[in-house]
């Protein structure tokens, strides 16, 4: 059963400390994602990567930074935690072309930031 | 830019009656739509998506989907809902990022209670 893996399910982390979330697909996706979903405001794009190395800005970067050395890993990086970043992150990958495949998800991390 | 719109946060249904989830669209071009599913705790899943072809779309569990063109919308329907149908609902449409890659963009969801 193909899947993406998020390392962490539930996360308590204090405020200031750097914070590695990391998530794992074995489908050979070109693309993956970082979103964070917060109740009324849906799912909200923080980073994604289309290839190895290679990062762009969702809509919401500030306070956040990414990592992809190899293919099927993406890590998202909290550089100094606040409690404003306390929220579910879900991590996704899709295969490269045009987009008619959609997401697959992983069970996402709850991050709690006291 | 391409958006969906869940007008409803939460829906509310008997058990065996027939429910919608309403879903509105706005984009340049023809519309990629999906729907996904969000248990408890979960991550999201996939139900089903309209590309192109026939406007009722079948997907999972029995859903299904209408694609209107006319009224630009994407509503989620099921003739019979089950208590464990209760979960949240989210909308998505295809968009092009200007690096060529394609991500989704997703409304903000809507609850549906199953009442038993």
């Known amino acids: 059963d193909v899947k993406v893996t998020q390392s962490s399910r539930y996360l308590v982390k204090r405020t200031g400390e750097k914070v590695f979330l990391e998530c794992v697909q074995d489908m050979d996706h070109e693309n993956m994602f970082w979103y964070r979903q917060d109740p009324g405001l849906g799912l909200r794009l923080i980073y994604f990567?289309?290839?190895?190395?290679?990062?762009e800005k969702g809509d919401i970067p500030e306070g956040y930074s990414v990592s992809r050395e190899k293919k099927e890993r993406f890590s998202l990086i909290l550089e100094s935690a606040s409690t404003n970043q306390t929220s579910m992150y879900l991590c996704?990958?899709?295969?490269?072309?045009?987009?008619?495949?959609?997401?697959?998800f992983g069970s996402g991390t709850r991050l709690t930031v006291v | 830019a391409q958006s969906v719109a869940q007008p409803e946060d939460q829906v509310n249904v008997a058990e065996g009656n027939p429910l919608t989830v309403k879903c509105t669209y706005s984009v340049s071009g023809n519309p990629y739509l999906f729907w996904y599913v969000q248990y408890p705790n979960r991550g999201l899943q996939f139900l089903l998506k309209y590309i192109t072809g026939d406007n009722l779309v079948k997907g999972s569990y029995g859903f299904e989907a209408e694609f209107n063109k006319s009224q630009t919308s994407f509503h989620l329907k099921k003739p019979s809902a089950l208590v464990s149908d209760s979960a949240l609902y989210f909308c998505a449409v295809r968009d092009i990022h200007h690096s060529g890659t394609y991500k989704y963009i997703f409304g903000t969801g809507t609850r549906l209670k199953v009442l038993a």
């Open positions: 990567s289309y290839d190895v190395k290679m990062k």
């Open positions: 996704a990958s899709s295969l490269a072309g045009q987009g008619v495949d959609g997401y697959t």
